[in-house]
């Protein structure tokens, strides 16, 4: 079993990633990171127009993705 880091967030990056995939442009990965201002930002712009969703998606596939506590989510 790895060991958290204390930097770390207890959220999977695996499960972000496929909310991303799946829900990006409603925002579903920023619910699920606790960042539900950001996440309803998102519903209502689709996603910032493909754009944001885009760079989340980049963001949680290289582990430089945050939850809301600004702790990185890299455990898969």
């Known amino acids: 079993m790895s060991k958290i880091m204390a930097d770390e967030s207890t959220k999977s990056r695996m499960i972000a990633l496929l909310l991303c995939f799946l829900t990006g442009w409603l925002g579903g990965h920023r619910f699920y990171c606790n ?26 596939s290289l582990g430089s993705f945050r939850d809301k506590d600004n702790l990185l989510i890299s455990k898969w």
């Open 35 to 60: 960042k539900v201002g950001t996440g309803i930002a998102m519903m209502l712009t689709m996603g910032g127009f493909g754009l944001w969703y885009f760079v989340d998606l980049v963001m949680i």
